[in-house]
């Protein structure tokens, strides 16, 4: 038996597997899927807008839960906030860098600018500033990125610190694979992994380019060399950045699998591929949850539970035709059903009610019911499922996860080890 079972394979239930593991404790990490890291942009980010003042972006966490009592961060504070991304970099030194003080200022593929905390070594030229010049190159065979679309965007934007860049558009003909007139972005980061296609590439764009610019290209720069755009930097002389493509991400597959090899290497036990769908309770404490294996239902018994499964999206909360909202696998009391009508006005509003519902936390980040009191002692919550925010509005979901998971992992560390 394992000491602790975690449920979910996303950002948060990986983060608090290895910390558990590291500290000493046997883990047990259940997930149906790979997570949904590889569908995001590979970059983290703690609090990118604030939904209460959209024109001031990069509130301080501290002054976010004063303002609002009922969010994650509340709950959570800022110092395991701060030690989730601590901890997260020091996991994956050379695939993540920032400081949880500052954002960068990063394009998107449609050529908004977005804001995040940490960010891969291979956007960081991207990172935009009043005067910048920059070539956005497109690639005829890949049909994802538009690199006019981009650059016209950008050149027309103020920037959030003033000013504006000049942009360009350009196109390179380089296959992927010999006769493939229409390839994937996963196709063109295997080939970026070739340091002879990065060579054939750069004798491609080099003559394109003026002096002083500086490379746009889209998130292919490598799968498994985290260090193809140095060499493509390097060939080209110019600085060179990646602009994360819709899902799924390149960068956001590099995440996963480096952060997955972690926990494997930390020694939390994997069980993938299987649906955890009851749990079985007795006395007020979970002792164990049951699994959709082949052939029958399998039991795992813990002494501590994290439940890190995501929101609506992952399927941890559903909503059903009357407009009742439930957590599909405990039953949980949920918060945030009580502010009138779910869905209201704008459907991608920030204050879309339907999207801050979930579980409420304590400090320790064990599960409240509707009268502050915990619902099982051993059951702890991290990550999407914690109510209080629409976290794809404000670019809080990262920080949330990390902060939450950290916070669970050193609450369970103390009372188990």
Known sequence: MSR????????????????????????????????????????????????????????????????????????????????????????????????????????????????????????????????????????????????????????RTDLPDGGRVEARPLFVDVPARDGEVDSSGLTYARAFDDPAFRGRFATALAPLLNDGEVVGLPAVLGLKDHTAWQDLAEKLGHPVFEIPLPPPSVPGMRLNEALGAAVRDAGVRLVNGTRTYAAHVEDGIVRSVTVATSGAPREFAADAFVLATGGFESGALALDSHGTVTETLFGLPLAGLDAGPLVQGDYWGADQPLFRVGVRVRADMRVLDATSGVVHPNLFAAGGIIAGSSRWAEKSGDGIALGSAVRAADTILEELS
């Open 4 to 155: 602790v079972i975690v449920i979910g394979a996303g950002l948060s239930g990986l983060v608090a597997a290895h910390r558990l593991a590291a500290g000493g404790l046997t883990v047990t990490l259940l997930t149906k899927g790979i997570g949904g890291l590889q569908l995001g942009q590979g970059t983290i980010d703690v609090l990118g807008y604030s939904p209460d003042r959209v024109t001031n972006p990069i509130l301080t966490l501290s002054a976010l839960a004063s303002a609002r009592p009922e969010h994650p961060y509340a709950a959570i504070g800022a110092a395991p906030v701060h030690a989730g991304l601590d901890y997260l970099k020091g996991l994956l030194p050379d695939l993540l860098v920032g400081d949880a003080e500052t954002n960068y200022q990063l394009p998107t593929a449609v050529g908004a600018i977005r804001p995040t905390c940490l960010a891969q070594p291979s956007m960081l030229a991207g990172h935009l500033g009043d005067g910048q010049r920059l070539a956005i190159v497109g690639l005829r065979r890949l049909k994802d990125f538009h690199p006019r679309l981009v650059a016209e965007n950008l050149a």
